[in-house]
């Protein structure tokens, strides 16, 4: 199929873009890369009247440290990322994840703000951005507003974004020395969205451990405190500590009723736990 006739647009500016978005009451949408959109329109699965390309704002495109935290532009690619084209303050863990995600070709286009916003459940930033406790700033014509990214995803498909408003950029905190990273995805081949993940930051040093179980119908599980998943506390043999009986009672709790799925996620968050151990 082809998209519905709609009006386009490419603005040079953040203000003429929010402009556009503002006085098209919810008749816009927003592209960059195009790598989620540009499906959706061939189905009709959404049916514009404006599309807004973003993709000419310089601003978008920046990346740098600001205030202790790396400060990504929502039109920065995976494929920046990838490539170390933007500092990283995660000690390799955003490449290794952008490097994963779907094909070469998807990730040159696609982009971490795109991917954010349409916040399909299987995304690796959704999962990837939670666990890592980034914050997403918010832009309308009225200011900006910044969520912690576990906040901005409500739900499967749905983000807290607001009429009128477009994420501007993502901002992520540095990794602690002593933290050990571990992302896990299963999939059905290369390239495809995962139909589980699991990711963990734990940091022995610290006693602390922060868990994620990703691709289930809802938001994320985001687990703040996972020490549970380790006999309730965090030591440097917390790999042999892990508990699947605890993260599946965590996902009963969650509402995920079937056993299978149960036990494939859990299987994958052990990974993400293994691969953080080594």
Sequence with gaps: MKPAPYQYER????????ALLSEAGGGA???AGG???????????????????????????????????LVLGACITHADI??????DVTRGAMRKVAGAIAYRAVRNRG???????????AADWVSTLIALDARIVLRSRGGTRTLPASDF?????ETALQPGEMVEAVRVPPMPETA???????CRKTGEFAHAIGAVLVDPDA???RALIGAIDAPPLLIPDASGLFGGRVTGDFAQSYDPAAADALLVKAGVADPVHRHFHVAVLGRAVREAAQ
């Design 180 to 186: 050990r990273w571990g992302y896990s995805k299963a």
């Design 35 to 69: 790598q989620s959109l540009g499906p959706m329109l061939n189905l009709r699965l959404v049916e514009p009247e404006l599309i807004i390309d973003i993709s000419g704002i310089a601003a978008l495109k920046r990346a740098g440290m600001e205030g202790g935290d």
């Design 111 to 121: 982009t971490v703000g795109g991917s954010l916003s349409h916040a399909d459940p």
């Design 29 to 31: 949408k927003i592209v």
């Design 11 to 18: 603005p040079r500016e953040m203000d003429a873009a929010l």
């Design 207 to 209: 006693k602390t451990a």
């Design 82 to 87: 990838e490539d170390g084209r933007v500092p």
């Design 153 to 157: 995803v409500v739900g499967a498909l």
